[in-house]
Antibody
Framework: QVQLVQSGAEMRKPGASVKVSCKAS????????INWVRQATGQGLEWMGW????????GYAQKFQGRVTITRDTSINTVYMELSSLTSEDTAVYFC???????????????WGQGTLVTVSS | SYEVTQPPSVSVSPGQTASITCSGE?????YTWWYQQKPGQSPVVVI????QRPSGIPERFSGSKSGNTATLTISGTQTMDEADYYC?????????FGGGTKLTVL
């Protein structure tokens, strides 16, 4: 069965960076994009960006351009999301999710990781 | 950037029908997906491409679209349906979520 397992909770000080991992199993890793979505406490879902593990292509939401980097290690079926210059506003649960669809008219997130809490506090 | 709008909250009595809307410019030209998220859990797709129900989703969940408004309908709402619901569109290679609607069943 498809599973996305994320790394554990992280705590950082303002100005630091954090790197969260997402290990995929149960399907051919290179066939589907991995997306990152975050959710602050009591708030909605906020899409951050995607990566194609096959080609290494990435796309980022304008809000996070220059501050987020998504990478992958195909030898261990893992995608990473690194967010830099953290502020308290970045305190949130970060989810990875598999992208499904042709990327033209159809694209949605069919399987999600369990979420990783990132806390930014001095 | 593209935006879609949902009502912040909807209330429904058990057994009644709940409707949650999602509006956006040119929504009629795009597919809509609906996710259910319960507290402490990851989102789950309940409606795919406007009106398709994924395997395992109860028949009481349905989706429709009229003009630039998509609607998630839950018929015979149960207390277990109390959750946050998000619509999602795909625009210019960007995943766009609505702000979410808290469904209260009381």
């Amino acid at each position: 069965q498809v599973q996305l397992v994320q790394s554990g909770a992280e705590m950082r000080k303002p100005g630091a960076s954090v790197k969260v991992s997402c290990k995929a199993s149960g399907y051919t890793f290179t066939r589907y994009d991995i997306n990152w979505v975050r959710q602050a406490t009591g708030q909605g879902l906020e899409w951050m960006g995607w990566m194609s593990p096959n080609r290494g292509d990435t796309g980022y939401a304008q809000k996070f351009q220059g501050r987020v980097t998504i990478t992958r290690d195909t030898s261990i079926n893992t995608v990473y999301m690194e967010l830099s210059s953290l502020t308290s506003e970045d305190t949130a649960v970060y989810f990875c999710a598999r992208g499904q669809g042709d990327g033209y008219d159809v694209y949605y997130l069919d399987y999600w990781g369990q979420g990783t809490l990132v806390t930014v506090s001095s | 950037s593209y935006e879609v709008t949902q009502p912040p909250s909807v209330s429904v009595s058990p057994g009644q029908t709940a409707s949650i809307t999602c509006s956006g410019e040119k929504m009629g030209d795009k597919y809509t997906w609906w996710y259910q998220q319960k507290p402490g859990q990851s989102p789950v797709v309940v409606i795919d491409q406007d009106k398709q129900r994924p395997s395992g989703i109860p028949e009481r969940f349905s989706g429709s679209k009229s003009g630039n408004t998509a609607t998630l309908t839950i018929s015979g709402t149960q207390t277990m349906d109390e959750a946050d619901y998000y619509c999602q569109a795909w625009d210019s290679s960007t995943v766009v979520f609505g702000g979410g609607t808290k469904l209260t069943v009381l």
